[in-house]
């Protein structure tokens, strides 16, 4: 299995081959829809995407974590954290791309 990574160059120009605006409107656009996705999970709202899936934004409490050198103990303060819940549609895609 090939470990690809997907860039904001490869989204822009995926825009560019399909929708057919100039490379420099879909680079454009693709940052305009990364930064408005950033924007509201900073303003801690969750994000949806029909058919994708939602970025949701968590918050996770204090706790003590370990040194896994020192076994020592440390505290981890609490913070926000995002999380990916993948929709049913891409979950049944992903599988599917898997057995074939």
């Known amino acids: ?3 690809k990574t997907v860039t904001r160059a490869d989204l ?3 825009v ?3 929708v057919g ?3 420099n409107e879909s680079a454009d656009l693709v940052e305009l829809v990364l930064e408005e996705i950033s924007s509201s999970l900073i303003d801690g709202h969750n ?3 029909s058919s994708f ?4 934004v968590r918050q996770k409490g204090e706790r003590i974590g370990r040194n896994p050198k020192t076994g ?4 981890i303060e609490p913070r926000r ?3 990916f819940r993948p929709s049913q549609v891409l979950k049944e895609r992903v599988s599917r791309r898997a057995k074939a």
Not at 53 to 56: L, R
Not at 72 to 75: A, C, Q
């Open 53 to 56: 899936g939602s970025f949701v």
């Open 16 to 18: 560019y081959q399909e």
């Open 12 to 14: 822009a120009e995926a």
């Open 1 to 3: 299995m090939s470990a």
């Open 81 to 83: 954290v995002v999380v």
């Open 72 to 75: 020592e103990e440390v505290p």
């Open 21 to 23: 605006l100039s490379r």
């Open 47 to 49: 994000v949806k995407i």
